[in-house]
């Protein structure tokens, strides 16, 4: 891969068909993740690396946990973080993925970050500033009073008009984004959804947009399992393990008749 996403934002300026496919490349690959339950947790343009012909790859699954698992606060760089992350919900999904998604579309087009928050703090304050405060279903949602406390005393901000904000992106790119940066997870679009929204309707096909089958970890919900047992499993698995001798015959032979 030629550089990633952060390199180019910062050396070049990408064209709208340009940055339509880069995004509906990432939502593809956050279908696949999503599909067994994996969330990435730390997108971000320097995580993305793209080739001289636009295609990409999501690297750096470090924090990548599966859906099942509690989570920590301690995810994705702070201005791709979602706000659900920041208000210590300790059951977030797939949909944290979808906001940093949104948040990286935008800084492709405006080549700087959408929510350059300092701190946690400044970080809510800046997606408040252009979302508005939440509904009452959302605070519901809050598991931290402090949390609450903090956005109940921010004093009362209207949403701005995104179509107006992003006027640079065509309508159906900011009606995206608008779907993306929901505040309530709940009513945020996955991927798969958002890769059926009009806006890649030159790209999308179904049939083009995997998902893997679900991988069932026989050790995921026992946490009683010792370091030997995990060996031995392994050990087991090698043992039992029969390669395709047709195969590896096949290409031994080609490889002769080359020669």
């Known amino acids: 891969m030629g550089a990633d996403l952060g390199a180019i934002i910062e050396t070049q300026s990408l064209s709208d068909e340009q940055i339509r496919f880069l995004v509906y490349q990432i939502l593809r690959g956050l279908k696949y993740m999503h599909s067994i339950g994996l969330i990435h947790r730390d997108l971000k343009p320097a995580n993305i690396a793209v080739n ?22 301690y995810v994705a760089t702070r201005w791709y973080r979602a706000p659900e992350v920041m208000l210590n919900w300790m059951h977030y999904n797939e949909s944290v993925d979808v906001w940093s998604v949104a948040c990286i579309m935008a800084e492709l087009r405006n080549r700087a970050p959408l929510f350059k928050g300092g701190n946690h703090i400044h970080q809510i304050q800046l997606i408040l500033n252009l979302l508005g405060k939440p509904d009452e279903e959302f605070m519901k949602k809050i598991n931290s009073p402090e949390a609450c406390g903090f956005i109940r005393d921010i004093s009362k901000c209207e949403p701005q008009n995104l179509y107006t904000y992003f006027s640079s992106f065509s309508s159906d790119a900011v009606d995206l984004l608008q779907k993306m940066l929901h505040l309530d997870p709940d009513r945020r679009l996955t991927a798969a959804q958002a890769l059926a929204h009009r806006y890649f309707a030159t790209y999308h096909d179904e049939s083009d947009e995997p998902i893997a089958e679900r991988f069932d970890d ?40 080359a020669a």
Request: some cysteine; hydrophobic content about 35%.
């Open 52 to 73: 001289e012909d636009c295609e990409l790859k999501i690297l750096d699954f470090g924090l990548a946990r599966q859906k099942q698992e509690e989570m920590t606060g």
């Open 218 to 257: 026989p050790f995921q919900d026992d946490s009683n399992v010792s370091l030997d047992q995990l060996k031995e499993a392994v050990w087991n698995t090698l043992e039992n393990f029969v390669p395709n001798l047709n195969s590896l015959h096949l290409c031994a032979s080609e490889e002769t008749n």
